[in-house]
Each structure stands twice: as structure tokens, then as C-alpha cells.
């Protein structure tokens, strides 16, 4: 018994898989081929197009269209009638068909503002965030925060999604996350993780090794 859900408005083709859990809403359309993770979240109006590859945990919001040669890893948010391309000198005249395609890949966490258009023949790196509006002409960078027309790296990101704010410390520059307390430093300029900040569930599973019947906040940390 399949465990997902499917408005009785949307049109499934033959040949296509869909994980556990995921829920796809009125008016939506998955072609031949498609495969789509676990979890996974499909707004009203959307298309996925044949062969597209979808992750685990996606969220795409309405009026999607998911075109063949895009592929979206885990985690990745689809704001509302954002635009992916496949083709970069398409003509009703001389269709290229498959062969003519070209490949996007949205990696894992990333984040695509509503109304942003993806050009394709691109990477958006993990935890990017591509804002409202923004329109992608190039690779992006994971952490990156890309806004305007055509899109420019104006900041850096968390993994949480907050943006970073710069500071200096003893001379050099780390980027903190006001929100989880993450810290983040730019190596080969690229930015890597310093500190993991610390969460409420990690100070729980600190303490409970310490002590299996530990109380935080009134619950039992075991």
C-alpha cells in the first residue's frame, strides 16, 4: 500500500516513483520518469517533468515547474513560482530535444526565493540562498546569499538560514548566526564551519549522557 498522498486532482504518469510521506496538492503534474524522495511537499500547480530527480525533505511551492535536466537534492525549498530553464537559445522552430538540454543541480538545503529564475547550465551550492526575484547566471557558492538582477553574492548564510553577520576576532573575520550561535570562517574562500553552536536539543543530549535522569525545563532528558 502506497503511504503518500495525491490529490484526486493531480495527474500521475506510468513509470514514475514517489517516496514515503510525500504529499502532492491539487493540479499538479508528474511525468514519466520522475523520482521523488521521501517527505517531500508539492504545492498547488506544479509540473515535474520526465526523468527529473527530486531528493528527500523538497518543498516546492505553487505555480513549480520542474524542467528535465533539473535535479534538486535533499532539503531544498522551492519559493512560490520560482522558474527553472533547460534550454539557453530556445526556438518553436528548431526544438533540440533531450540532447539540447542543459543540466542544473540544486544541492542539498538550498533555498530559492519566489520569483527567482535559475538559468540553466548551473550549480547552487548548499545552504545558498537565492533571493525573491533574483535571477542566477552563474555557480553559486555554498552559504551564499544571492540577490538582484542578474543575482551577486551580497552575504553568506547559515545552515539554519539566518543571515551571517561579519565580526572581527583578534585580527580576523568570522561570520555568526545571530539565530542558532553557529560560527563560520572563510577558508580558500570558501566558508567552513568553526563552532557548531549550541541547540536546545544538543545541550539535552549532553546532559543526558552525563546524567540519565537530568531535568531541563521540566522534561526528563533521558
Known sequence: MSNYYISSTSIIDGNVTIGDNTKIWHFCHIQSGAVIGAGCSFGQNVNVSNNVRIGNGVKVQNNVSIYEGVELEDYV????????????????RFPKGHAGYRKTLI???????????IVCGHTVGEYATVAAGAV?????????????VPAKQIGWVCECGQVLKEEREQGAIIYKCPDCGKEYELIDNSLKIRWGGVSQNSKIIQIAFASPNAIIDGRCAA
Open 136 to 148: 542566477v547566471t552563474k555557480n553559486v557558492k555554498a552559504h551564499a546569499l544571492m540577490a538582484g
Open 77 to 92: 525549498f522551492c519559493g512560490p513560482s520560482m522558474v527553472f530553464t533547460n534550454d539557453l537559445t530556445p526556438r518553436a
Open 107 to 117: 544541492k542539498h538545503d538550498a533555498t530559492l526565493g519566489a520569483n527567482s529564475t
